[in-house]
């Protein structure tokens, strides 16, 4: 496998890895001094990984008439390489069909990315052996995270039986999970368990409207305990110290800290709210990275709000809603953090 042992150790112990957005212009241009300072501000806020070219970077970034995954992808790479002593994991969204979803993970394996969160967006009505096939192939490249993209988003409905035979395969060292749905993400545990290799594949949370109770909760799936390690996450795209946060807490909570489970009983459901508002759940998510951006510009990290589809703009009402999370919940805030460094992230 063309990738160190020391960055899967890490992926596998779990951690925080922001789903990584797209700075852009008012042209539609990349913003190379925004889009570092992104990258610089999820490392030092303490996030153990990277996940770019990813739905919240907005999945245009591989058409190839935009010219933008390599370069996108580079960036990361590059920003990361700053730091030396806190080296975040590298994790490349891959789309499309086989032949492209083999030749973008040579080219993330070439800049130095550490693993692929392989999706099914793109791959059109190929059958889920189709889709295999295709993990099998990216595995030959390159280590795979499997990712269970709800279908609003552009994924599919996938079964127990899936994700058994997906897990099976050795290149297969994490799962991705989510569909925003309970008993979806039942079927990926079992299925899981089933191939054999629990010890093997970390599972990450991907379900933005349930966080906490996914990084509590732990599964006794036929006397296998399974848990989630950590978060994949578009909502961690913001408010990042806050993110670390939870997950130490978490780890507290499963030691028996009663302290530290009531109190992230108590952010669930802020949590929650929240993230209904940024992700626009009221109108099926269409507006989940402009709200994403709402909140970075907020911030100061992005000075505007600009998709690449000019059509991916906030729903009515949701910019209410923005306002009104914002004002309710300070606590999840990481606003003097980032004003703090904002400016030396931009100097570079």
């Not at 499997?146 to 079964?159: C, E, S, T, W």
């Not at 709402?294 to 992005?302: A, F």
Request: one cysteine or more.
């Amino acid at each position: 496998m063309p990738t160190t042992d020391g960055p899967l150790r890490r992926f596998r112990a779990g951690g925080v890895i922001p789903a990584h957005p797209l700075a852009i212009d008012e042209d539609r241009k990349l913003d190379e001094r925004r889009q570092r300072a992104l990258s610089r501000y999820y490392v030092e806020a303490g996030a153990s990984g990277l996940a770019v070219a990813v739905h919240t970077t907005q999945f245009a970034v591989h058409e190839p008439g935009r010219g933008l995954l390599a370069p996108v992808l580079e960036l990361a790479a590059e920003t990361a390489g700053e730091y030396p002593d806190r080296a975040p994991v590298l994790v490349a969204g891959i789309v499309g069909p086989t032949q492209q979803a083999v030749t973008e993970a040579e080219l993330a394996r070439d800049l130095g990315y550490d693993l692929a969160l392989l999706t099914p967006y793109g791959t059109g009505g190929a059958t889920e052996d189709e889709l295999l096939d295709r993990a099998r192939a990216v595995g030959e490249v390159i280590p795979v995270i499997g990712f269970y993209l709800q279908p609003a988003v552009g994924g599919r409905v996938l079964g127990r039986d899936f994700w058994r035979r997906l897990g099976e395969q050795p290149a297969v060292a994490g799962v991705k999970i989510a569909p925003f749905d309970r008993y979806a993400t039942l079927e990926v545990v079992h299925g899981l368990a089933e191939s054999g290799r629990v010890g093997d594949i970390a599972l990450y949370t991907g379900n933005d409207d349930h966080i906490v109770m996914d990084l509590l909760t732990t599964y006794d799936v036929g006397g296998q305990r399974v848990e989630v390690v950590g978060g994949l996450l578009g909502q961690w795209a913001v408010w990042v110290r806050g993110a670390v946060d939870v997950l130490a807490t978490a780890g507290r909570a499963r030691a028996g800290d009663d302290v530290a489970l009531r109190e992230l009983l108590a952010l669930n459901p802020v949590l929650t709210d929240a993230n209904a508002a940024i992700f626009d759940a009221a109108h099926a998510f269409h507006g989940c990275v402009p709200g994403i951006h709402e909140v970075l510009r907020r911030q100061g990290l992005l000075t505007g709000l600009w998709c690449l589809d000019e059509d991916e703009v906030l729903s009515p009402g949701q910019l209410a809603e923005i306002d009104r999370i914002w004002a309710a919940y300070p606590q999840l805030r990481d606003d003097d953090f980032i004003a703090e460094r904002l400016d030396r992230w931009l100097r570079g």
